[in-house]
């Protein structure tokens, strides 16, 4: 124990004057005389004994008084465990994602609670010492070390961020200025954001003050997961939005309200129940015949935490499928009229010797059609770039080379059918999902078409369309596509039947590659789109909330955009270049944000390495913060007690003269 005024010490010598004045009694007594005093002897005896232990009692009650009252003016503490130097620097780290949203006490965020602890912290340390305030935007005011003016109002202007950041970037942000220096770390350590445990050791060299803000029971629910029940839909067909909920925390939730919104419009409204710590699945049906670009969003309310509690996409149907078709004789034109719908399909038809072969690499769809032979460099070309093309629909010409086929078709026992007469197909399986949403009807005594097929590959238990006798017609392996018959004739009627436009329709709409996702997240790096007809230099901008440039190449017909994550929110954004939009992009917050599990007391520990540079706050409030930082770095002051002490002898000693005869 110390003092802060020893000088005040001195005064204990005045303990002497109740001493003195116990001993020596100056009250002139009177002698009485009396005939018999025996009685009066034994009476003198018995009071003796009493007065005296009432006078021991004031004396010691004065003098603890005079005691305690000495050392309150002295100021007794107890020597603080870290001390505070003069002209030192300090960083302060303050975790200000959506996370930070979640109440740590009564109407109390966690935010909030974050900025109350850095401002007793500078309130602690003295007027010179300088501050770096480090947030998860990593703004220019993190450049350099300031003021304790300038850091209490740079703390004015925190707000919530978007933006998440592990362990390893924060430290690489501090920098190397960090060396010798003071980190308070202030934040909620989640683990689904912080990082993984033996990946980051903070170093050495400086003394890391870690300050965990709890959240306690907290429960939050957002949205795991959003698809279509088919993602190839042309032309507004048909189709369902399929959501998973995630329900994170102990807290059950019962009959929450999910709605689906399209174009400020509501579609559908779902009740779901969901256990602590679980998943539930909800649809809506979407209306068919939808176009364009369409916003759409998932919206429920749950409260406390709601930073999540909408959920955005995008239905596009302005995007058309390209389709090439090679075909050997200029009169088939049977896969020209199916293909030419221009606001679903842009087609593109070539003969064998007169080939583009730049459009290729762009096709959602190449059709090779009556085709005798294969020409080998376009043989090379379809298979060499098969990974990044589309599908492939592969229909043989009336003399068709074996040996060129082989080369294209994945089938091991490809052979020539030797069948010369019509045979009727046998009717669709209704279960594959190839016929989903084909038939309003699925009448087994459907009338089928019938073909002579020139290519037999066997029987095939998963082939579209085959003949009564199990021999395959219309097969898939991957992403090519074979018929067994070419399309003329006198092979086949099947261009003339109502099959034959969903059949070509359906695999059209698998062709199509995923040019871009129903949403992105801030965790993704880049958006890929495709987009025709642009020349120049003029950048491609996103519009939404706020007007963003993000660094871009093109490649062919297909730009690459980095996500710039530090400055978008969640919301839709118009891709623009120069007056005409492009395209709609849906934004989300990172999914793991929402995720608000924590690491323990020990966790967080093993994530900083250990060490005794590393100590570690466990103040769950304001004022248990402010007074354990105290103890740490000012000492626990006593001169309160001493006071409160001093009084009670105080009146101890009023009590006893007056109720102890």
Known sequence: MNFAFPQFLWALTALSIPIIIHLFNFRRTT???????????????????????????????????????????????????EQVSAARN?????????????????????????TSFIREIVDLFPPDTRYKLVTNDFAPFSNSFKTQTEILDLLTQVRLSAVSRSLEEVDKRIGSEKNGTDIFWIS???????????????????????????????????????????????????????????????????????????????????????EPNSYAEASFDLTPGMRGLNQAK??????????????YFTLNFTETIRVVEIKGKKEDAFVERVFGNGQLFSYRGFLAENVDYSLLAQADLIILNGLDAIDASLSAT??????????????????????????????????????????????PDFQNPFFENVFEEKSPAMEMPSAIPLLDWGLDRSAILKFRTGKAFLSQSNKTFVLSSPLQRNYTNFYNHALFVPVMYRIAAASKRAEQSLYYTLANDLI??????????????????????????????????????????????????????????????????????????????????GGDHVTMFQSTSLESFSNEIKERYLGTPLWKYAIILALLFLMAEVLFIRFLK
């Not at 994602?97 to 935010?111: H, I």
């Not at 689904?192 to 003394?207: E, K, N, P, R």
């Not at 990044?388 to 074996?402: F, H, K, Q, T, V």
């Open 90 to 114: 300090i960083v302060l780290y303050l975790d200000n994602s959506f996370s930070m949203s979640a109440q740590v006490g009564e109407k109390t965020r966690a935010l909030d609670a974050g």
């Open 528 to 609: 890929s789109l495709r987009a025709d007809s642009i020349y120049g230099e003029e950048p491609i901008r996103l519009v939404g909330g706020q007007e963003i440039v993000p660094p871009q190449r093109r490649v062919g017909d297909r730009f690459f955009l980095e996500m710039p994550k530090f400055s978008m929110n969640s919301g839709f954004y118009t891709v623009q270049y120069q007056k005409d939009t492009l395209n709609m992009l849906a934004v989300n917050l990172d999914k793991s944000e929402s995720d608000l599990t924590q690491y323990g007391p020990d966790q967080i520990r093993e994530l900083f390495g």
């Open 188 to 274: 909620d350590f989640q683990k689904s954001t912080s990082g993984v445990s033996g990946s980051f050791h903070a170093d050495s060299a400086s003394q890391w003050h870690l300050v965990p803000v709890t959240f306690g029971q907290a429960s939050n629910i957002y949205v795991d997961t959003l698809y279509l029940e088919n993602p190839f839909v042309i032309g507004g067909e048909k189709n369902t939005v399929n959501i998973r909920l995630r329900n994170v925390g102990s807290k059950q939730t019962d009959g929450l309200n999910v709605k689906l919104v399209v174009n400020d419009i509501q579609m559908g409204a779902v009740s779901v129940d969901l």
């Open 382 to 427: 379809i298979t060499s770039n098969m990974d990044n093309l589309g599908s492939l629909l592969i229909i043989p010409g009336e003399r068709p080379d074996l040996n060129a086929y082989k080369r294209l078709l994945p089938f091991q026992n490809l052979s020539l059918a030797v069948a010369s007469e019509m045979a009727e197909l046998d009717r």
């Open 298 to 311: 998932i919206s429920f309310a749950d409260f406390p935490i709601s930073f999540d509690n909408e959920f």
């Open 31 to 81: 002698r009485i005389f009396f005939s018999n005093n025996r009685l009066l002897k034994q009476i003198k005896e018995e009071t003796t004994q009493k007065r005296k232990l009432k006078q021991y009692l004031v004396l010691a009650s004065r003098l603890l008084f005079i005691l305690f009252l000495v050392l309150a003016f002295a100021q007794p503490f107890l020597p603080a465990k």
